[in-house]
């Protein structure tokens, strides 16, 4: 009985379909011509993906020398955006971004930062060049606590006691190219602050 009644539905499914079947050809077509506009709107709103963050650093980070009445001090500038924070000698003073109204020059509205504005975009400039180098170095790892040029093509850097050197130069070896953005070649003398012994890592 039951397989008496499946067949009389699927003999009356298929008369609805041949008497409408120009219907369901246009209501297909519809779907589909719906369902491609909605793919390809989908497509162009996707955003760019982001550029993979450089290694050590959640956000971009800079350690700077520079100098004040004070004498020399390290400034701390970090940026998750267009706005960059500025601590000097572990005190914030304040903030910086560019003018698109002053040709992208730097600007701030701090006091305390106004008389270092121009050393620190002077030296934000030249960062990624090999000359500012030590400056994303520092900002990048911790555990280096300072640096130094022993010459043109080596930089000394020291990190700190606690900090296993081999772990450390080896991790530096396979990351900090990802860091490079020159081509010069560059040997960074790796050592802990309290040992002579020292390890070269070379860049390029």
């Excluded at 996707?46 to 400034?75: C, H, N, W």
């Excluded at 992208?104 to 509205?109: D, G, K, V």
């Excluded at 030296?123 to 400056?135: C, I, T, V, W």
Aim: proline share 3%; net charge negative.
């Amino acid at each position: 009985m039951e397989t008496k009644e499946i067949s009389h539905c699927l003999l009356k499914l298929g008369k609805w379909a041949v008497k409408y079947r120009r219907g369901l050809l246009m209501g297909g077509i519809l779907s589909f011509s719906v369902t491609a506009a909605y793919l390809l709107s989908s497509k162009k709103k996707q955003v760019s993906p982001l550029q993979p963050k450089k290694i050590g650093i959640d956000m971009e980070r800079y350690v700077f020398d520079i100098q004040t009445d004070g004498g020399l001090k390290a400034a701390v500038v970090e940026s998750g955006g267009d706005c960059y924070t500025v601590t000097l000698d572990g005190r914030y003073i304040g903030s910086m971004w560019r003018d698109e109204e002053r040709v992208m020059q730097w600007n701030t509205l701090d006091e305390e930062l106004t008389p270092h504005l121009s050393d620190i975009a002077s030296l934000l400039s030249e960062a990624f060049s090999r000359k500012g180098f030590p400056s994303l170095l520092k900002g990048a790892y911790p555990e280096i606590i300072s640096t130094g040029w022993k010459s043109t093509e080596t930089l000394e850097v020291v990190i700190s006691p606690e900090t296993d050197l081999e772990v450390f130069s080896t991790f530096l070896k396979d990351e900090v190219l990802n860091l490079v953005d020159f081509g010069e070649h560059l040997d960074l003398m790796v050592k802990k602050a309290d040992n002579a012994y020292f390890v070269i890592v070379g860049v390029n």
